[in-house]
């Protein structure tokens, strides 16, 4: 078989890697990979966990629908797919300056965020087994490593380039119990689908916003992450004290609040990509935690309350907060670290607020499985 040419078309992770490593122009991209090295609350991080303890998951409550989500992955629909076509007509000469820095920065944190998801993934494939979660792993890695990939195609247009191979050696690691990643992993994916699909319908309608071709891609691209979501509800499935138990259902509702929040947080920092694509972004965090809650009650026991009187201010404060960590941040000294102190406390305060806000119940289907409804 010949080997393939670009990551859209590679079997592994390892191959999509090398790939791109192969592709490495003479460009300036160490700017790009500091900014993808940054660890803060609000950034990408990469996990590591208890591979051992992952490798012992027995899928066997789950068997029919495991077997039916993973020979749907193996047949792999899009192969081939994120790789530039003739549809592709990128103009960053002719990209608001503004504009084009806070779009390059949107993408370097999403390729940051899928390859984040590739190097766990690809990780557990590695160091596992068995060979139900290996295959599983392999096959979500294999798709991070293509996405991340195709984002990088997108940035190296713009003399841009997110170093993948030294992000995986120099980047620091956080480490999660097992569970966290479960009910991170579930949710980022899903939350992931949420995002993508309600750009690519918002430009369905508005054809004339579409400022860069790469949201053309974004159907496809969706749909691998909503697999990789079912996979993590299936996994959440094997063992029913995971979403039951009452310690729990508080790490979930935890997980719920600070997946949103962070969402909310980071979007509201992008005023000029959502101005361009004609989204109002208070509207778009609202309707992407509306989809992302009415799926994830295939697992989950409860919803979080997004129409509460508390909900909406306490994310602006919280928003207004981090504005002033960061501003804290860069001008140091005393005067800077107490306000960066302070905007720390009214975030967690505010989080509290959100946290303590009471959550919709409701009962779980006995089978997870859904289909991309959006
Ligand atoms: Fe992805
Ligand atoms: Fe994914």
Same mark, same amino acid.
């Given at each position: 078989?010949?080997?393939? !040419? ?16 192969? @592709? ?13 090295? /940054? ?15 992952? *490798?012992?998951? *027995? $899928? ?28 592709? @007509?990128?103009? &960053? ?24 998801? %590739? ?13 139900? #979660?290996?295959?599983?792993? /392999?096959?979500?890695?294999? *798709? ?22 030294? =992000? ?12 966290? #990643? ?39 691209? %969706? ?19 995971? !979403? ?6 508080? &790490? ?6 600070? +997946? ?6 980071? *979007? ?8 361009? =694509?004609?989204?109002? $972004?208070? &509207?778009?965090? @609202?309707?992407?935690?509306?989809? !992302? ?17 508390? &909900? ?10 981090? +504005? ?9 000294? #005393? ?33 997870? $499985? ?5």
């Amino acid at each position: 078989m010949n080997k393939p !040419t670009h990551s859209a078309f590679a079997d592994t992770a390892e191959d999509a890697i090398a790939l791109q490593e192969a @592709q490495s122009d003479p460009m300036t991209s160490d700017k790009a990979t500091e900014i993808a090295m /940054q660890n803060t609350l609000l950034t990408p991080r990469f996990y590591t966990t208890d591979f051992a303890e992952m *490798d012992a998951i *027995d $899928v066997t409550p789950v068997r029919a629908d495991w077997d039916r989500l993973i020979a749907q992955m193996k047949s792999d629909p899009n192969k081939g797919h994120f790789k530039k076509n003739d549809k592709w @007509q990128a103009d &960053w000469e002719g990209m608001d300056p503004a504009l084009r820095a806070e779009f390059i920065d949107f993408l370097i944190s999403s390729c940051t965020a899928e390859f984040s998801g %590739c190097v766990l993934y690809k990780e557990m494939k590695r160091r596992g087994s068995n060979t139900d #979660i290996t295959t599983l792993f /392999q096959l979500m890695a294999r *798709d991070e490593a293509r996405h991340a990939g195709f984002i990088n195609d997108a940035l190296r247009e713009a003399g841009i380039r997110v170093n993948l191979g030294f =992000l995986t050696q120099a980047k620091k690691y956080t480490y999660f119990r097992p569970k966290f #990643i479960y009910y991170a992993t579930y949710l980022s994916e899903k939350i992931g689908y949420a995002r993508y699909i309600t750009i690519f319908r918002h430009l369905e309608n508005h054809p004339e916003k579409q400022f860069h071709p790469i949201f053309q891609w974004f159907r496809e691209w %969706c749909n691998d992450e909503f697999s990789h979501g079912e996979a993590f509800a299936l996994l959440l499935k094997t063992d029913p004290a995971l !979403t039951e138990s009452r310690v729990n259902k508080m &790490w979930i509702k935890f997980f719920l609040t600070a +997946v949103y929040s962070t969402m909310w947080v980071r *979007d509201h920092q992008r005023p000029l990509f959502h101005d361009a =694509l004609g989204v109002d $972004v208070t &509207w778009y965090g @609202q309707e992407v935690f509306r989809k !992302t809650s009415e799926i994830s009650k295939q697992v989950f026991p409860f919803t979080l309350d997004i129409d509460h009187p508390r &909900w909406r201010p306490n994310l602006d404060r919280m928003e207004r907060a981090s +504005v002033q960590v960061a501003r804290g941040k860069a001008r140091g000294g #005393i005067v800077g670290t107490a306000s960066r102190v302070a905007g720390m406390a009214k975030a967690a305060f505010a989080f509290v607020s959100i946290y303590t806000i009471p959550a919709i119940h409701h009962d779980v289907p006995a089978s997870p $499985v859904m289909e991309p409804a959006y």
